[in-house]
């Protein structure tokens, strides 16, 4: 019975000092005043461009429609609720996924603006995001590429009948060996143009862009003027249709460079170069020899790329122009033995084809003109050059612009 005593203590002492493990500490975030993202966005614009601190008790809900898992963003989410959506800046990197239903507190986040970009800033995932529920998909939004606005900022959108332009067939989405970013243009089969900018450390940086019309999901983004498209996930670019039929080139200028898609800025006397310009949400190719004092004598060109119009049979030319004040009429030339460099008005055989376009007839106002569609079939066969020739002299000049340049065969 001693025996049997002694056995029954031992075994409750031992009990008695065993310890339950240590639990991790629940992400409890104290309760207070519910914030709706259109709500965060009008409150960073009423003190824009300065930024809001905030110390209210408030939490914002929401959907996580990009995450950091590819690689194209870095300490960052993109959240979006029934009103709108918006960056979220990370003081960490996190393990939150698309899908993702989370509460964010406020209190010591920071609403600020970069680049034109409204970002919820300063958020420690660990400690201001609670996760309530997992896969909870939203569906992105289908819109054109000339639908797109900065109103549409860091909103999940789905852009359908679009491809990579010519001009960038061939490269990769960015520099995978440098891990730098880089932009790739997409374009509708009306000729409009998007960026799509990846970084060099996303999963897909080194792949080479595709070559065929489809579909691409995407964050929309912007960089000051420019809207830029995030790609979240390679596999949501599907790009392997036909191509737009009959487009051998097109050019907006909405990236904001002249000389993209290997066109040509060539100054033959002077120093007047044609130039970029954006007014009223459009950015169009512009070109003046007055420098706000005095005009200077100029011929300055700007040339297309080789136009491979082999398999062609018939092509066409159409862009916007409008001009204002006295001076020369742009000219429109063509040469089929131009050798893709040096100075045009000593290399190559320029045919004057001015005649064949419709400019502006009023020089006193603004306002773009199109110029009809231009019959090139007679230069078919073979490889094509195009040419906008700007005259101006010491006494005159008129300011010309250019806009949504169009070949099609």
């Not at 049997?4 to 008695?16: C, D, E, M, N, S």
């Not at 001009?323 to 030339?333: A, H, I, K, M, V």
């Amino acid at each position: 019975m001693k025996k049997l005593l002694f056995i029954a203590l031992g075994i409750a002492a031992l009990t008695a000092c065993k310890k339950e493990p240590d639990s991790p500490p629940e992400n409890v975030i104290k309760s207070g005043s519910v914030i709706t993202i259109d709500s965060l966005r009008n409150w960073q614009q009423a003190f824009s461009p300065g930024g809001v601190s905030i110390t209210d008790t408030l939490h914002v809900y929401g959907i996580i429609t990009m995450d950091e898992s590819e690689g194209n963003i870095y300490k960052n989410l993109y959240l979006q609720d029934h009103t709108g959506a918006i960056q979220v800046r990370l003081t960490s990197g996190s393990d939150f996924a698309v899908g993702d239903s989370v509460r964010i507190a406020l209190a010591g986040a920071y609403l600020s603006e970069y680049a034109g970009v409204i970002q919820l800033d300063s958020i420690n995932p660990d400690e201001m995001i609670v996760k309530q529920s997992a896969n909870n998909l939203i569906l992105p939004e289908v819109m054109t590429i000339d639908s797109i606005g900065f109103e549409d900022e860091a909103k999940l959108v789905k852009l359908e009948n679009v491809q990579v332009t010519f001009a960038n067939l061939g490269s990769t989405w960015a520099d995978a060996y440098n891990q730098a970013s880089a932009n790739v243009i997409l374009e509708d089969c009306n000729g409009k143009t998007i960026i799509v900018r990846s970084s060099g450390f996303a999963s897909w940086a080194g792949d080479e862009v595709p070559m065929g019309n489809g579909s691409v999901v995407c964050i929309v983004g912007r960089y000051n003027s420019d809207i830029q498209l995030t790609i979240r996930s390679i596999n949501e670019v599907n790009l392997t249709g036909t191509r737009c039929a009959g487009q051998i080139l097109a050019k907006d200028f909405e990236d904001d460079d002249l000389n993209s898609g290997g066109w040509i800025n060539y100054v033959v006397v002077g120093t007047t170069l044609w130039e970029t310009k954006y007014i009223g949400g459009n950015t169009f190719a512009n070109i003046t020899n007055w420098n706000g004092t005095v005009n200077s004598a100029a011929e300055s060109w700007y040339l297309s790329p080789q136009l491979d119009l082999s398999n062609s049979t018939s092509a066409s030319l159409s862009f916007d122009n409008d001009c204002n004040y006295s001076g020369d009429p742009l000219q429109l030339l063509v040469s089929t033995d131009y050798p893709g460099t040096g100075n045009p008005s000593t290399t190559g055989t320029w045919i004057d084809i001015t005649s064949t376009a419709s400019w502006d007839p009023n020089t006193s106002a603004w306002g773009f003109h199109p110029s009809g569609s231009i019959d090139l079939s007679a230069y078919t066969g073979g490889n094509l050059y195009i040419a906008f020739k700007y005259i101006g002299t010491n006494s005159n000049g008129r300011t010309w612009e250019i806009d949504n340049i169009v070949i099609s065969g």
